[in-house]
T-cell receptor, first 113, second 113 residues
Framework: GEDVEQSLFLSVREGDSSVINCTYTDSSSTYLYWYKQEPGAGLQLLTYIFSNMDMKQDQRLTVLLNKKDKHLSLRIADTQTGDSAIYFCAEIFASGGSYIPTFGRGTSLIVHP | NAGVTQTPKFRVLKTGQSMTLLCAQDMNHEYMYWYRQDPGMGLRLIHYSVGEGTTAKGEVPDGYNVSRLKKQNFLLGLESAAPSQTSVYFC????????????FGSGTRLTVV
């Protein structure tokens, strides 16, 4: 499969902005996703962006896509303690006519007062 | 609106024992996936299915078998459990290719002693 790289940890103060970065390798990816995993739970879809978009905003979340550099970022404005979780970047790559998601290792976001 | 349901939620096995993990979805999704999640490794794809009666190998298929006899169910089998299979297992499903994201179950925590 293709590689999706993320840093493993990010620590921010409550009220600050958080920026989680991701790089991917499959230039043919059509969709890129951000998922959130809270302790003891499965992954929940936060947001996604089509490859023909540069930016997508959804309330406190802003996704930026740089296709040239294959770089995706998730910005969380006014970070709250409830945002503490693991955030996964994912892309779809084509394999034998099927479309398979590949996830990064996840970035643990720690929000402290 | 159950989404994706995994059973059991927890299980402890002895080395060499066998078991089957069940994943059921009620969203009429075509694609289903089994992942394992290990600390620092993110999500790794074990097997996936693009439709009833079809299965394919993912990144880490050794030691596992799967079956998709009914569209709504995807079973993951361990024929002879090994300590290296201690992990959290997640099932996910999606419409064709996951263009609208993936729905995850809440996970099965398996310990092999």
């Amino acid at each position: 499969g293709e590689d999706v790289e993320q840093s493993l940890f990010l620590s921010v103060r409550e009220g600050d902005s958080s920026v989680i970065n991701c790089t991917y390798t499959d230039s043919s990816s059509t969709y890129l996703y951000w998922y959130k995993q809270e302790p003891g739970a499965g992954l929940q879809l936060l947001t996604y962006i089509f490859s023909n978009m540069d930016m997508k905003q959804d309330q406190r979340l802003t996704v930026l896509l740089n296709k040239k550099d294959k770089h995706l970022s998730l910005r969380i404005a006014d970070t709250q303690t409830g945002d503490s979780a693991i955030y996964f970047c994912a892309e779809i790559f084509a394999s034998g006519g099927s479309y398979i998601p590949t996830f990064g290792r996840g970035t643990s976001l720690i929000v402290h007062p | 609106n159950a989404g994706v349901t995994q059973t059991p939620k927890f299980r402890v096995l002895k080395t060499g024992q066998s078991m089957t993990l069940l994943c059921a979805q009620d969203m009429n999704h075509e694609y289903m996936y089994w992942y394992r999640q290990d600390p620092g490794m993110g999500l790794r794809l074990i097997h996936y299915s693009v439709g009833e009666g079809t299965t394919a190998k993912g990144e880490v298929p050794d030691g596992y078998n799967v079956s998709r006899l009914k569209k709504q169910n995807f079973l993951l089998g361990l024929e002879s459990a090994a300590p290296s299979q201690t992990s959290v297992y997640f099932c996910a499903s999606s419409y064709f290719g996951g263009n609208y994201g993936y729905t995850f179950g809440s996970g099965t925590r398996l310990t092999v002693v």
